[in-house]
């Protein structure tokens, strides 16, 4: 470290050869990915090619169909598509819902975590870390085979005499919700974790000494502080969420739609619209950019 | 007797740095001859670590040119500069015991197994850890660690040897014992020594020379008792060693000597530089240098403050001025309020500038 | 009195508790019921292996190896691509000095995390398509191999950065040259995140099912797009214990990464 500058200067032992080993990553990501994304958007003004495909004549017949009905033959006077727009609006909610529950639950969660004894501390965080690395397809197969009409739950309810006939959870709403739940909680717990352990307890301690209460210092220190990690879990849940796939198909059925499927369904299944499937994707993928966009301006902000 | 004259051992010429708007060296030049240990010493942020750093290679110059033994050194890459570098945390390889540790520049030198197992066995006995050769480093006390971090540097036989403050993890007792043995071990083996620190005491107790640097530039170059008995400017006195530092007028200049008003008294003083009447700047007076007399220049004392050995004594003298005298206990004690008379030994005053 | 312990917050550990019960509940439920004897997946029984017995001599037994040779040839394969490309790509940026477009590259490097799965899955079958890259094993192994990139890249990287460059520093100082210092001394140190990057990315490629599903054309299966394909007629025994069996998979490896994280730190810091 070069005295007087401030903090650590940037290592730079391989800054000659930098290029080339940064080249392959460039290449690989740029050439199947970057690429393919920028085709996306160009694919969703194409036309659609029956049973799948594209034709390569541009229209904004994708996105006309995504906002407007004109009728069976397409002859009628536009009318504002709710379908598409109701599932966009779904998925959102879906999404902001399940950061919200995650945070509720994974808060607390890594906050006793992070504040264990350094033994127990490293148990307690593999065992939130094990359905992290669990297959989640496998975790969501089990989630609707708990929750199904003649599904344990609903046995041991039963059983209980809770209920006096099973709880309709399958393909509903909630269902999916649980899903999402689910699914992304160890995303929530993991950030929330690192920033605890990060936090210097002598900032609680003054405040105490300052005749701050356990709740207001929880409120006006600690989370403060500790913000950044919360904002990283809360993206890391709501992003995905927002594009799920397997909770809304699996756990949802027919009726509970959210982009991810919706877009699945234009590539694998019946609908075979692909201009119409790059159309969500872009929306989509728009979302999600305005989402980072506010999260890195966000952290920027903080570095000032 | 001829003398051939002998390129030092390092040259540094012109030696610029900076990080974008921020200047670390502005023009650095000076010498290190061979044999030498030759301290840089200043505060954090001074250069002293950019410059041992432009010499071993980790850092770029921005201008200006280094010399090793007569050859051009700057452009070439640490691997390919015949000095080696004991780091401020040792940076020993946690992967590998303390024999292939000090063995590692043997084997990227390409020297035999049995050539690098006899001089790795040889280093381990100077820095005597024969019992440790097949410790890893964690496995190692911070002095222990000290010793293998020495002897890794000093094993492929270095033209020049850097040190970037290699005793300020250690404790202070190990830290004496050090300095003592560093000195030891340079004396033994001839190698050139540049040795950054912070810490004068260090400089002072090891050093041939130092070079004492503020603001990414060399203020003064000299042995350790010209640096403290002769310091040539404002900023060398007061960081060295203590110093009661006095904003002065000169009042007559005279044969090597100038005349200072200090209060109410005049002073007698040696100027570090050539100055004329009524020019502003420094008296700088070490506070051992003051003696309690029968007569002088009358004080009261403010305050007492017992330092075991010494006591330090603050005297206010007329005109309102404090001074700080360090007077060695002898059993007899002052009091505040006492007077007393303050004597200035014979150049002990020194008339510095900014 | 007792103290106060800024640490405590009254009703933490039981959401804790909770939470776990939230995550376990489901797993634990349905490998239970993997021993089920009975056919019927409402009824338990009792206790038997015959489903597991099923997995591998039953009449899907041979679509499964299939499926899972598939699986466990891909991710390999994908991790050791994508842990080598992440690697010199750490190095680059933690070890290449600051460089203009570094935000741009870091943006690039973790763009296959940011990016919502199934939109990547949607580019990866445009671009195989537009191109007229055939559609199968080989393609599921180009996409896995984009995708893992990043999973692998950040606990390289993590790790590289809480090494001090005064490490490579003390190699090159030492004569060894740039690849030299790279291979004795800074890839011993970084060993234990270059393996987690490795298992991790192993288990993305393994659990991929979206973007598998897009990419892998007709007739190549892996293991989770056949046990999709079983779910969608309903979940059925074997299922259930070929699940379970995937689970103890997982399990395995993350304790595995655990230990080697944790051996590695200890080497490092004392």
Redesign the interface.
Known sequence: ?????GGR??????????????L???V???F??????L??LV?SFLTKEFRG?VIWDFTLAAYDQFLFDRGLFGDDPPTIQWTYITIFVRSILQAAVATVLCLL??F??A???A?RAARMR?I?L??????Y???????T??????I?E???LN?FLLALGIIDSPLEIINTDIAVQLGL??SY??FM?LPIYAAVERYN?AL??A??DLYAG?WT??REIVLPVVKPGIIAGCILVF??S??A??APD?LGGAKNFM??SL??EQ??GQAGN?PF??AS?MI??SM?LVV?FFYARGQAREQV | MVTETKPPAVGIRSACKDYGSFTALRSVSFDISDNEFFTLLGPSGCGKTTLLRMIAGFEGITDGAIFLYGEEIENLPPDRRPVNTVFQNYSLFPHMDVAENVGFGLRMLGWTKGDIAARVKQMIALVKLEDFAHRRPAQLSGGQQQRVALARAMAPRPKVLLLDEPLSALDLKLRQNMREELKALQQETGITFIFVTHDQEEALSMSDRIAVMSAGEVQQIGSPEEIYEFPVNRFVADFIGDTNMLEAEVQQVGEGFVTCQIGDAQLTAVASQAVTQGQKGWLSIRPERLTIASDGLPATVEQTIYLGTDTQILARIEGGLNLRVRAQNDGARLAQGDCIFLNVADGAARFLVE | MRGFDPRNYTGFLTVTLVCLFILYAPLIVVAVYSFNDSVSITRFTGVSLRWYADVFTGLEAAKFRAAAANSFSIAIMAAMAATAIATAAAVGMVRGGNFRGKPASFALISMPIMVPEIVTAVATLIFFSTIGFALGYLSILVAHIVFCIPFAYLPIAARLQGIEASFEEAAQDLYANRWRAFRYVLAPIMAPGIFSGFLLAFIISLDDFIITNFVKGAGVETLPTAIFGAVKQGIKPNIMALSTLLLLFSILIVTLSYLIGRSGNEKYQN
Do not use: D, H, Q
Not at chain 1, 1 to 5: F, Y
Not at chain 1, 133 to 139: A, D, E, F, G
């Open positions: 470290m070069a005295a007087g500058i200067t940037v290592s730079s032992a391989f800054a000659p050869i930098r290029l080339w080993l940064l392959p990553s460039w690989v990501i740029g199947f990915l970057l690429i393919p994304v085709l996306i694919y495909g639950i994974g607390p969660t906050w006793y975590i504040t490293s307690w593999f065992l939130v870390t094990v359905p690395w669990v297959n989640l397809l496998i975790r197969v089990s989630m609707k085979f708990l199904r003649n599904g344990p046995e739940f689910y909680l160890p717990v307890f609680s301690e405040g105490a356990r210092i929880m992003v995905p927002l594009g796939f397997l699996l982009i991810g877009i699945e590539f694998k692909w499937g790059a994707s989509l993928l999600v980072l």
